[in-house]
């Protein structure tokens, strides 16, 4: 689960240098987040169909060498083009993976322990946003852009082989891999109003940290003068921060319904979010208030992302497959969507970063009371 969120963090320390190395622009070198979110979201759809068809224990191992290969391919194959492939590739592999171990939970969990398990995904997706940057920031100052990949390939090696060894087959209640059939579990899932506007919540909230993983490498590196080091550290405080958040999110749900929590989380972030835009006018170079607004915004997809998850994926057990696999589909195609355009945004210093902040908060209050609370 780790490898899942580091994917993107690892290699954020390292998009200045990935620009400079193949002689392109910074929006050309964004698109490594934005292209392996593409990757992800259609990993997560293809394959939810694939194992409500063919199973889970199969898939997860062909995703896992699919992995391993896409990341020495850009070590090997060294052009922009190659890599920005190898990066759709890694997506598509570690998006079956994600989606495989979400449904393994679902297989053997009730709906009531799905749900307070949401955060415990999160945790867990969390240790790499934590971890990711320093190991990047470190691999890019002594061994340059091309360690990360290597880091990649041999981490899901020994991923591979615990997974081979340990996971068994949950999956035995098989749905024929049939267009109606098919058509009909999608057509079911997206009717559910409520399930769609849980789906584009979470893929909202997880924008709020893409943000920072595609803007935050260029505004302290290549803006403020900071080294990839540095940045990482910065990334590994506010990947604390995250973690932390779904403890909080955890211990919130013992108390208050999932509904409460994204009440009193969307309105406070949407004040902070006003506050971020009007200070950052007077602190333009400060990468402490950087740090600070960003790790606000982190607390508040740290503590909706989860609990979002856990929520929607309840309301299908029976096709939780499908179910997941749209969810990521939707989610995180406009978490990619966000990441390119963001790629675009010139980052001269923190106002527009701010300003990017607040928009997507708004974005997430209008969600919430138009479709959620009314739901």
Same mark, same amino acid.
């Given at each position: 689960m780790p490898i899942i969120g580091m994917c993107i963090d690892l290699v954020a320390p390292s998009l200045p240098a990935i620009g400079q190395s193949f002689s392109v622009a910074a929006s050309v070198a964004k698109s490594v987040i934005s292209l392996y979110l593409l990757g992800f979201a259609f990993?997560?759809?293809l394959s939810g169909f694939l194992i409500d068809s063919y199973g889970r224990q199969k898939i997860i191992r062909l995703s896992l060498l699919g992995f391993i290969v896409a990341s020495l391919m850009p070590i090997y194959l060294h052009?922009?083009?190659?890599?920005?492939?190898?990066?759709?590739?890694?997506g598509l592999t570690i998006g079956a993976v994600s989606v495989t171990l979400r449904s393994i939970c679902a297989d053997v969990l009730p709906p009531e322990r799905l749900t307070k398990l949401g955060p415990w995904f999160g945790t867990m997706w969390g240790i790499g946003p934590v971890i990711g940057p320093v190991i990047g @920031?470190?691999?890019? /100052?002594?061994?340059g852009w091309q360690a990360g990949f290597y880091f990649f390939a041999i981490i899901t090696l020994i991923a591979f082989i615990v997974v081979f060894i340990v996971v068994p087959e949950t999956h035995f209640n098989r749905h024929p891999l049939r267009i109606v059939s098919i058509k009909n579990?999608?057509?079911?899932?997206?009717k559910n109003h409520v399930f769609i506007g849980i789906t584009a919540l979470m893929g909202l909230s997880y924008a709020l940290m893409i943000l920072f993983n595609v803007s935050g490498p260029f505004l302290i590196q290549t803006t403020l003068h900071y080294s990839p080091i540095f940045f990482g550290h910065i990334a590994l405080y506010l990947g604390v921060v995250f973690v932390l958040a779904t403890f909080l999110g955890r211990y919130l749900?013992?108390?208050h319904t999932v509904e409460k929590i994204?009440?009193?989380?969307?309105?406070?972030?949407?004040?902070? @979010?006003?506050?971020? /835009?009007?200070?950052?006018?007077?602190?333009?170079?400060?990468?402490?208030l950087t740090t600070l607004i960003t790790a606000l915004m982190f607390i508040s997809c740290g503590v909706v992302f989860p609990i979002?998850?856990?929520?929607?994926?309840?309301?299908?057990?029976?096709?939780?497959?499908?179910a997941t696999a749209v969810m990521y589909l939707v989610n995180i195609s406009i978490s990619s969507i966000v990441a390119y355009f963001a790629g675009f945004v010139d980052m001269t210093s923190l106002v527009p970063l701010a300003w990017m902040y607040l928009f997507l908060v708004f974005v997430i209050a209008i969600l919430y009371w138009t479709v959620l609370r009314k739901s």
């Open positions: 990993g997560n759809f052009s922009i083009t190659w890599l920005l492939f190898a990066r759709i590739l890694q @920031g470190y691999l890019q /100052v002594y061994f579990n999608i057509t079911e899932i997206l749900l013992k108390a994204w009440l009193i989380a969307i309105n406070v972030s949407l004040l902070v @979010g006003i506050i971020a /835009v009007i200070v950052s006018y007077f602190f333009k170079d400060s990468v402490i979002s998850l856990g929520k929607g994926l309840s309301l299908f057990r029976h096709i939780a497959g499908t």
